[in-house]
């Protein structure tokens, strides 16, 4: 097995990036962010859920 001498990488900037393998620094193109807004179901339910629970817990609270 062969290991380099170097084992950072002064050009990667940040430590740990120069204790990264070559190979694992390589640039990947970047994944486009989503645009818009999008609310699925699941949003909408765990909103309600959080609501009414902190809802009832302050109720409880002040009773």
């Known amino acids: 097995m062969r290991r380099s ?3 950072t990488d002064e ?3 940040h ?4 204790s ?3 190979h694992i620094r390589a640039q990947v193109p970047p994944v486009k962010a989503r645009t818009g807004l ?4 699941d949003d909408i339910r765990g909103f309600v ?5 902190c809802f ?8």
Do not use: H, K, Q
């Open 5 to 7: 001498l170097v084992l």
């Open 11 to 13: 050009t990667a900037g």
């Open 15 to 18: 430590p740990f990036l120069a």
């Open 20 to 22: 990264l393998p070559p």
């Open 38 to 41: 999008r609310l699925t179901r």
């Open 49 to 53: 859920a959080a609501y009414l629970g």
């Open 56 to 63: 009832v817990a302050v109720s409880i609270f002040i009773s």
